[in-house]
Nanobody
Framework: QVQLVESGGGSVQAGGSLRLSCAASGYTFSSLSMGWFRQAPGKEREGVAGIDPQGVNARYAESVKGRFTISKDNAKNTLYLQMNSLKPEDTAMYYC??????????????????WGRGTQVTVSS
């Protein structure tokens, strides 16, 4: 049974940093693409960053390019999202996902089969 458990969320002031982690179990970690998505109140869930199974190729939403970095440690079965220069508009519940997403679909919600329960990120101005 695939399980994804996010951690690392919290409250931070604008300009600050957070690192999210997603611990995965129940499957061969290096076999699936993974992504980070976020959902703010009243908005749809959107793709933030995605990475291929080997952890080599990544894609980012335009709104986070240059500020967020996704990485994948296949030895630790853990996905990360380093978030720098945080803005109030980054406030949302952040979810990790895993699936057989091709590179051009890494930011597409429907390309993922498995989801964690989320971790809250709140950025104050």
């Amino acid at each position: 049974q695939v399980q994804l458990v996010e951690s690392g969320g919290g409250s931070v002031q604008a300009g600050g940093s957070l690192r999210l982690s997603c611990a995965a179990s129940g499957y061969t970690f290096s076999s699936l693409s993974m992504g980070w998505f976020r959902q703010a109140p009243g908005k749809e869930r959107e793709g933030v960053a995605g990475i291929d199974p080997q952890g080599v190729n990544a894609r980012y939403a335009e709104s986070v390019k240059g500020r967020f970095t996704i990485s994948k440690d296949n030895a630790k079965n853990t996905l990360y999202l380093q978030m720098n220069s945080l803005k109030p508009e980054d406030t949302a519940m952040y979810y990790c996902a895993a699936g057989e997403a091709r590179w051009w679909l890494l930011l597409q919600r429907d390309a993922y089969n498995y989801w964690g329960r989320g971790t809250q990120v709140t950025v104050s101005s």
